[in-house]
Each structure stands twice: as C-alpha cells, then as structure tokens.
Nanobody
Framework: QVQLVESGGGLVQAGGSLRLSCAAS????????MGWFRQAPGKEREFVAA????????KYADFAKGRFTISRDNAKNTVYLQMNSLKPEDTAVYYC????????????????WGQGTQVTVSS
C-alpha cells in the first residue's frame, strides 16, 4: 500500500500562487507515475499534471501549461505542484494520485489517492 497526503491548499486571489505538496509513504518503490487531478463541484475529476518518479518526465493538461509546474523530490518522497497566475476557474479540490505503472493522464489508471486539498481562487 501507498499512502498519499496532500497539503498546501487554501484561499488565494486571482493572479496569485500556491504550491501543493504530496507526501508519499509506504511501498513507494512500487509506484512510478504520480499525478495531480482536480474536481470542482458538479464536475468530473480531471487531469492536471503528472510526473515519473524514475525519469522525471512530465505531462500537463492544456490549461496547466505555462502556469503550473510539477516536480518531485525523491529523497523526501514528495511531489509538488506549483501553481501560478491562478484563476477563479482553478477552484477545486486537488488530489494527488500514484500508480504502479508509467505516468498517464487517465484518472482510472491510478491505484492510490490522497484525501484532497481545497484550492479556492477569489476574483
């Protein structure tokens, strides 16, 4: 099993920044793909960004390109999501996820999930 704990969410004004963290514990050697997803009220969970533990390759949703950056610290078993130029439409619960295979944008392919952290962007 792998446990994921997100932190760093909060309330920020439009144009501001937040950095989310996802601390992984347990059998972390068994996972490679790490992803961030988000879910706004009344909407489906959607892909934001993903990174590979082993090689550091990344993928981003179109809305995240140029504003969000995903990174990892292997020594700390932590994945980060730096979010800049935030917009009200970025308001959602952000979830960290891990999978035993390579990184992917497909939400259903992830095996482990954190509890989520709320991000609220005011206009």
């Amino acid at each position: 099993q792998v446990q994921l704990v997100e932190s760093g969410g909060g309330l920020v004004q439009a144009g501001g920044s937040l950095r989310l963290s996802c601390a992984a514990s347990g059998r972390t050697f068994s996972v490679d793909g790490m992803g961030w997803f988000r879910q706004a009220p009344g909407k489906e969970r959607e892909f934001v960004a993903a990174i590979s533990w082993s090689g550091g390759s990344t993928k981003y949703a179109d809305f995240a390109k140029g504003r969000f950056t995903i990174s990892r610290d292997n020594a700390k078993n932590t994945v980060y999501l730096q979010m800049n130029s935030l917009k009200p439409e970025d308001t959602a619960v952000y979830y960290c996820a891990a999978r035993r295979g390579a990184l992917t944008i497909v939400v259903t392919f992830y095996d482990y999930w954190g509890q989520g952290t709320q991000v609220t962007v005011s206009s």
